[in-house]
């Protein structure tokens, strides 16, 4: 999570990209000193675990989807897959999606 | 006489009653076929036209009826309602359907009209609008040939690059020219040639973007443009053994071809060959394989480099292990596929903020959003 932080600070100033962190946590409690801990600096939501699941199509967690301006996914990467641990990893799917 | 006329008159009573009974039902089912076509439930509209179809006294219309029903799934249905596509399958139908209605009753007009309408849109059908220009297809051949030309100077191979790339704009000239310079050494000019194929064809795509009629048919093309010329770039610095670089190249296009490019998955084997990573180096052999196409010589480069290498089951045949080792990456490649929601919209979920208000995702929208799934545990 810490190398999301890192790659939102290269879109921080930029209204053309946006993060947005959902939860799957039941526990509110916990979930609420998690955020306290890592001060996310984009919008946290979230919602139900099986809704997710059923929803997205998806078992792994953590998973990112990469969005286009016109709400189509246009990248998938599954919990254990080795993607995410590098912000340029980050930066790169969001650099191909910004300049199409 | 008198008898005569009574038998006359009963036979043709019985006539009429006889074929007004064989009629009340065909008609009902015409009458159905119709209101239901109306209503666009295709498949029931047929099968109650069908029934019609098989009664002389309303063989005509049914075909008719049929007929355009097939017309329409043929060649007009395209996007009517969201996700509908045109089905080539039945325009055969179609003209065969009116064909019958004419037969069945040569003087119907509308069933003449519509077969010539048919007609007209088979004969465009077969007309190719844009076959490939003379100029092009010999531009293409003689770069082709430069491939068994060995001793063929580099300018001149230079030059037919441009002369091919100058007759028609998409980047394939750039790519099959780099290919051609990387199989001659000449690396630092393949690299050149390729970052200006992946430029093309970027510009291609934009000049042509209302062609690529899906969103995701001309993502898909960028994808494909950069992926080639990342792959060739890629190849080139492992060539000049600048690894490091290399690796970065051959990554960047296995995320854009996604993992289905059959030569980047070679040429990363390849490269963790040369890095002394064995495990990795056989994935990505084995990830090539499972996918078609690859020209037979590169295959049988990787089959070979496969059976040099420690194996899971060391006592299974090789041909056994690697038949199951390919079969899994199928079938698993099979099942991603199914549940990826790549080039699909991203689904609705309802949303809440921490505190369990609703999430109002308005101002995400027209923007490129990374939604990151998470959970504290």
Known sequence: MPHLKTAYAKYQGDPTVAFLLISIDEDTARLQRYLTEMKFPFPVARAAAADTEQVMRFDNIPSTFYVDRDGIVRYQIGGNESHGDSPARVSWFIDQLKSR | ?377
């Open chain 2, 1 to 377: 006489m008198q008898t005569h006329r009574t038998f006359l008159t009963v036979v043709a009573g019985a006539l009429w009653a006889g074929s007004l009974f064989a009629q009340t039902p065909a008609r009902e089912q015409l009458v159905r076929g119709r209101t239901l076509w109306d209503q666009r439930l295709a498949k029931s509209a047929i099968a109650a036209l069908e029934a019609a179809a098989r009664d002389r006294t309303t063989a005509a219309e049914a075909h008719e009826m049929l007929g355009r029903i097939y017309m329409f799934k043929g060649w007009q249905q395209d996007n009517v309602f969201p996700g509908w596509h045109d089905e080539p399958s039945y325009r055969e139908r179609a003209l065969a359907e009116l064909r019958a209605a004419v037969a069945a009753d040569p003087a119907r007009v509308s069933a003449q009209e519509a077969l010539r309408v048919a007609d007209g849109l088979a004969a465009a059908e077969k007309v190719d609008p844009a076959p490939p220009r003379d100029e092009v297809k010999a531009l293409d051949a003689k770069l082709e040939s430069y491939r068994n030309a060995a001793s063929a100077p580099v300018t001149e191979i230079l030059a037919a690059i441009d002369a091919r790339a100058k007759a028609q704009a998409d980047p394939a000239p750039y790519f099959s020219g780099a290919q051609l310079l990387i199989d001659r050494g000449e690396l630092d000019r393949a690299i050149a040639m390729a970052e200006r194929g992946a430029a093309v064809s970027d510009r291609f795509i934009d000049e042509n973007l209302s062609a690529y009629q899906m969103s995701g048919k001309s993502q898909g093309s960028y994808a494909r443009g950069r992926s080639s010329a990342a792959d060739l770039i890629g190849w080139a610095l492992f060539l000049k053994k600048d690894y490091k670089a290399a690796a970065a190249k051959l990554e960047e296009a296995e995320r854009l071809s996604q993992s289905l490019d059959f030569a980047n998955q070679i040429h990363l084997g390849e490269l963790a060959r040369a890095q002394n990573a064995p495990e990795r180096a056989r994935e990505h052999y084995l990830n090539a394989l499972s996918l078609s196409g690859g020209p037979p010589p590169l295959r049988q480069r990787a089959t070979q480099a496969l059976s040099g290498m420690p194996r899971s089951t060391p006592d299974a045949s090789f041909d056994a292990w690697l038949e199951t080792e390919l079969s899994r990456r199928r079938d698993e490649r099979k099942a991603a596929a199914l549940k990826s929601l790549v080039d699909r919209p991203l689904p609705k979920l309802t949303l809440t903020t921490v505190d369990g208000r609703p999430y109002d995702t308005s101002s995400l929208r027209g923007k490129v959003l990374l939604v990151n799934f998470f959970a504290s545990w």
